[in-house]
């Protein structure tokens, strides 16, 4: 388990707090069609923290080719239809680009500063020339907003239940999944980052915001600098 992190649940617990089971109950949104809006047709994609698959599965349908990346071998049992690739994302260095280099699940906000910095240079690393990024960020009062509940039309309730500083502005923060059988829960760490402190984490990778893809500007389209493409 990754320090900060924890879950309890029925099933498999994976080393950032996330439950196997819980994640294959969950219901895509509308981010596989912010994806599909952004990016070329039968776009070759690399989605990085993958988990089981729910967006893999919605890309598959929309005729994509999707490489799937996990650290959790239990995850990524359950992708289906994609190559998958067990590995931390830091680590990952699979010597080939793709059109797409996907970075979802508010991973950018990784608490470690060292750890998103390697995120961002796996990003650069595997994005091929007149690739993009897509970046997924928390909303602008995502910690503000706490505690807080949302009832899903499918019958589950989700919670933040609390989001706490814990020092060098990272907050460890806490959330519950109330289905009408089983709970789970999952504590992680997250650094919350404004517009100007984003965008520089970015320009330090080598990265550069080319547009939002959402009014929420949750999702963020991003282009190799020149100067990292050159160096590719």
């Not at 990754?2 to 950032?16: C, S, V, W």
């Not at 404004?194 to 939002?212: I, P, S």
Request: glycine share 10%; proline share 5%; hydrophobic share 40%.
């Amino acid at each position: 388990m990754r320090e900060g992190y924890a879950g309890t649940g029925p099933g498999a617990i994976t080393p950032d707090g996330c439950a196997v089971e819980l994640y294959t109950r969950l219901p895509i949104g509308e981010e596989p069609d912010v994806i599909a809006a952004a990016v070329p047709e039968g776009a070759r994609i690399l989605e990085l923290g993958s988990g089981v698959g729910r967006m893999t599965h919605a890309l598959l349908e929309r005729g994509f080719t999707v490489t799937a990346v996990d650290e959790s071998a239990a995850m990524l049992e359950r992708v289906r239809g994609a190559r998958t690739i067990c590995a931390p994302i830091e680590e990952l260095a699979l010597g080939e680009t793709f059109d797409v280099v996907l970075l979802a699940s508010f991973l950018v906000h990784a608490g470690d500063a060292e750890v998103r910095r390697g995120l961002l240079r796996t990003c650069v690393r595997h994005v091929a020339e007149g690739g993009c990024v897509l970046i997924q960020r928390e909303g602008e009062d995502y910690h503000d907003n706490v505690p807080r509940e949302r009832k899903d039309p499918s019958g589950f309730t989700v919670r933040i239940t609390s989001s706490e500083p814990v020092g060098d502005g990272v907050r460890s923060v806490r959330a519950e999944y109330e289905f009408p059988d089983a709970v789970w829960t999952q504590t992680f760490r997250a650094r919350p980052l404004t517009e100007k402190q984003f965008e520089k984490a970015l320009e330090e990778a080598g990265l550069t915001v080319d547009r939002c893809l959402t009014e929420d500007r949750t999702w963020v389209r991003a282009v190799p600098t020149a100067e990292a493409a050159g160096s590719a």
